[in-house]
């Protein structure tokens, strides 16, 4: 089985980038929705702060690759020849991946900074935060993901595409990715 991982900042497109999956008709697991189910079994509403205290509390009581241990379960149930994990976010994740495929390819979605600020405020999400500051709960939020080896789950990505141009870019230079049709290490847009 082939799997793909998505992994970058809160806002950089890894959603987006799933989304082509299932257009392609690729099996999505969602990292998120793990910690998401988690928080609803323990009666707790689907904040931010509620969200980053389930997956650091799953992390601190199972492990640091507890979250994608239970993705493992998701992924194997879809029968699938390739499946996307998206939401990766420590390497140890990523190494857990790579152990439990005959292929796993980790592709980094990237977009500056000030993209990203522009597209969480537009978003809505329930777990970006409702703080009156939205950069504060961003680098908050940052700064809580970079703690569990988000950079390091980054520098170990085979593939980074940039997520800055337009959504059609983005789009086709995503599906190349998956179709195994990348040339280099990098795409821009």
Known sequence: MKIVGFVGMPGSGKSAAAGVAREMNIPVVVMGDVIREE????GLPPTDRNLGAVGNDLRSKEGPDAIAT???AKIRATGASVVV????RSRSEVELFR????DFLLIEVYVPDE????????RGRSDDGNDRDLAKAVADRD?????WGMGEAIR??????ENSGSV???RGRVMEALEGKSKGSEFRS
Request: hydrophobic share 45%.
């Open 70 to 72: 239970r993705c493992l």
């Open 156 to 161: 170990a990505a085979d593939l980074r595409i």
């Open 99 to 102: 152990e439990s495929s005959d």
């Open 85 to 88: 994990v998206e939401g990766i």
């Open 115 to 122: 993209v990203r600020l522009a597209r969480i405020a537009s």
């Open 168 to 170: 059609d870019e983005f």
């Open 39 to 42: 928080a609803a079994r323990r």
């Open 143 to 147: 700064a809580r993901e970079l703690s």
